[in-house]
């Protein structure tokens, strides 16, 4: 009888065990798990802190005894194992409880050990209240802090998904919160604009942020607790609650030991099939590498969503078959308080650092009909390569519909779509759904039009950095008058749109000019109108001011 | 006197000029109640009456529609 065993319990595991069991009826399936806990969604963490989530087990897929139950596997909590003898197939395992050594003889391993979050070590790290959040043990231990009243202040280390949603969180329950980020921006992976966005509604929403700078030590008082954390530049941050999110590192060393070969990302090296160098073990979810999708290389983009598509993959090759795993796109989504911020492919980052020539745009929509109430505002962000027209990338926040438009792009960029493909798709809509002219249409048809040379635009950020290097700007605000009034841009010239044409002698020709308005349509036409007169360099302001992430005057 | 605008259905600029002109046409003292389904509204209202200078009493959200009411402190 084959003998299956699978060292990991959470999402790749236990969705790898389940389909071994459909794929091979007659198999004996074990997982072993280091944690309490078991198929726990760890997504959920964050929203168990806030209280969103009532209960523990709410949070929990399923319970051992159901896997027992239900699917026939043996599922050993608090078993780690600790060697792989792939000679002999035989895996060493601790029960933690008992504090005994079993041996597991195996025809197929699968490795599912995960990610852990990293700490660096530093001073004070160990004191009492400094938390990670993977486990459910751990949010339980954030949680009953919050619950107790024993956090009055707290702080959150990283400004990724992770970090974000622990602090929404922790703000949600009322508790002061800052959040320290040593990057100049958060969200990784977003292009600065972007995150700018969010940067901004966080701290509307009472969130203090601090970025460029690091946490580099903690103080405790005398019973242990911590105190306050000290930061690179010499400042200080009461603290009574912090909460360490800088990211985290796949758990390879059990793999690495016994000979399996771990690739450039550190994660595990897998092939098509996630079957790693040693045939018959195969490695999947957070602890292992992916192909990505767009560039030539391996990747590690430790996603649930990931964990438990690759995890059925698994079930099915090694039961036997081949189903490939092509590759990722490094999607993700996340909500902030009002905001939701999704993305996916390169981002313009990326895009360049892979040596693409690219074209972007930044669209501001709406995610319904404008006459049907409930609609919100969407923006889009696309990135093209300027020779093909393929689409590279894109990111869309807002507090809007983010999700709907982000798979459609996800779609549309699996199967090699161009710019001119997206402004063409039979997109479902009806008011109460989308605009005629969804948000990600339209994106595409701006993004068209730059590609032909239609329109040129410029990002806030490069404006806005432009500017403090001393450079010379036009900046015309073709906005309404009550429009004007509530604030623009430093040093810019008020013509609504309407006088362009009759006040076009008071620009200069021969200057760098900028347009803006509300949303950019505006300043479309105009620039329409003044290329058509011959002026030199025309741009709009891309997002205009919705998104222009400055103060204004 | 109590002015009431509709401006259910308008995108920005409209609700925003429909207000400046209720505004305009009003005395000092008198109240403009202004319905409006853009959401991007709720900062420019806000903004837009610190620097006219007209009081924002009152502005609240009940389904997906805006409502808000300014006191006309001068003419704007
Ligand atoms: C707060 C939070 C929010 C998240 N939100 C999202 C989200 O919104 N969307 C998304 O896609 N992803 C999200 N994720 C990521 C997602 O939870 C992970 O990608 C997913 O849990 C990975 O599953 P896994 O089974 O590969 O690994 P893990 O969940 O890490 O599970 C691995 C298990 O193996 C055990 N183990 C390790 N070594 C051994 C050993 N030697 N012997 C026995 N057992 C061992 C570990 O104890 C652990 O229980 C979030 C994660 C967190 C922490």
């Known amino acids: 009888m084959m003998r299956i065993l699978v060292i990991g319990g959470v999402a790749a595991g236990t969705k790898a065990a389940a389909k071994l069991r459909r794929e091979l009826p007659s198999s004996v399936i074990t997982v072993v798990t280091s944690d309490r806990h078991v198929s726990y969604a760890g997504c959920g963490l964050p929203y168990f802190i806030g209280g969103i989530i009532k209960e523990e087990r709410e949070l929990v897929v399923k319970a051992p005894r159901l896997f027992k139950e239900e699917n026939g596997i043996e599922i050993l909590t608090l078993h780690q194992a600790v060697r792989i003898e792939p000679e002999a197939k035989k895996v060493e395992v601790i029960d933690l409880e008992k504090q005994v050594h079993k041996v597991f003889d195996y025809d197929l391993l699968v490795i599912s050990t995960g990610a852990s979050p990293f700490v660096p070590r530093m001073e004070g790290i160990d004191l009492d209240g400094i938390q990670v959040l993977r486990t459910i043990d751990d949010a339980r231990e954030i949680r009953d802090r919050v619950d107790q009243n024993a956090a009055r202040q707290a702080l959150v280390v990283g400004g990724g998904f992770i970090g974000l949603e622990v602090a929404e969180n922790l703000v949600h329950r009322g508790i002061p919160t800052t959040l320290v980020e040593f990057q100049p921006q958060i969200l990784p992976g977003y292009d600065l604009e972007m995150a700018l966005i969010a940067e901004n509604h966080l701290v509307e929403k009472g969130l203090r942020l601090i970025k460029n700078r690091k946490v580099v030590a903690f103080e405790g008082d005398p019973l242990g607790k911590v105190q306050n954390a000290k930061l690179d530049g010499g400042e200080v941050l009461a603290a009574d609650l912090a909460v360490w999110a800088t990211g985290v590192r796949p758990n390879v060393e059990l793999a690495r030991s016994c000979g399996i070969v771990i690739g450039p990302t550190g994660a595990i090296q897998v092939d098509e099939r996630m079957e790693t160098n040693i045939p018959g073990i195969f490695a999947v979810g957070d602890c292992a590498e992916n192909q990505h999708l767009l560039l030539d290389r391996p990747v590690w983009f430790p996603m649930g969503s990931t964990a438990n598509k690759a995890g059925r993959i698994v079930g099915i090759n090694a039961s036997g078959g081949s189903k490939r795993m092509p590759g990722l796109l490094g999607t993700n989504i996340v909500k902030l308080f009002d905001l939701n911020a999704a993305r996916t492919g390169l981002s313009t980052r990326e895009a360049l650092e892979a040596g693409f020539d690219i074209e972007t745009v930044l669209v501001p929509a709406n995610d319904k009909a404008h006459y049907y109430p409930g609609y919100r505002n969407v923006n889009t962000k696309l990135i093209a390569d300027r020779k093909t027209h393929r689409v590279l990338g894109g990111q869309i926040i807002g507090e809007g519909v983010v999700d709907k438009p982000i798979d459609i792009l996800v779609t549309a960029i699996s199967f090699g779509a161009t710019v001119e493909d997206l402004t063409t798709l039979d997109l479902a809509y009806a008011p109460p759904f989308s605009m005629a002219m969804s948000s990600l249409i339209t994106a595409a048809n701006v993004l068209e039009n730059k590609l032909t040379g239609k329109v040129q635009g410029i990002l806030p950020t490069e404006l806005f950095e432009r500017m403090e290097g001393g450079e010379d700007f036009q900046i015309v605000d073709l906005r309404s008058e009550p429009e004007f009034i509530i604030g623009t841009i430093e040093g810019a010239l008020h013509i609504p749109l309407t006088e362009l044409s009759s006040r076009i002698g008071e620009l200069d020709p021969a200057r760098e000019t900028v347009l803006l308005c509300k949303y950019g349509k505006r300043s479309y036409l105009g620039a329409r109108e003044l290329t058509h007169a011959g002026f030199e360099k025309v741009e709009i302001l891309e997002g205009g001011l919705l998104l222009y992430p400055y103060e204004t005057v | ?76």
């Not at chain 2, 006197?1 to 509709?6: G, K, Q, Y």
């Not at chain 2, 000092?28 to 900062?43: Q, Y």
């Not at chain 2, 620097?51 to 409502?67: P, R």
Request: charged share 30%.
């Open chain 2, 1 to 76: 006197m109590e002015i009431r605008v509709n401006a259910k259905g308008l995108q920005c600029p409209g609700p925003l000029l429909q207000l400046s002109n209720a505004v305009k046409s009003a005395q000092a003292g008198d109240r403009v109640l202004i319905e409006v389904s853009d959401f991007g509204f709720k900062k420019d209202i806000d903004k837009w009456c610190k620097k006219t200078g007209n009081t924002l009493i009152s502005l609240d959200e009940k389904d997906s529609i805006l409502s808000a009411v300014v006191e006309v402190v001068r003419k704007a």
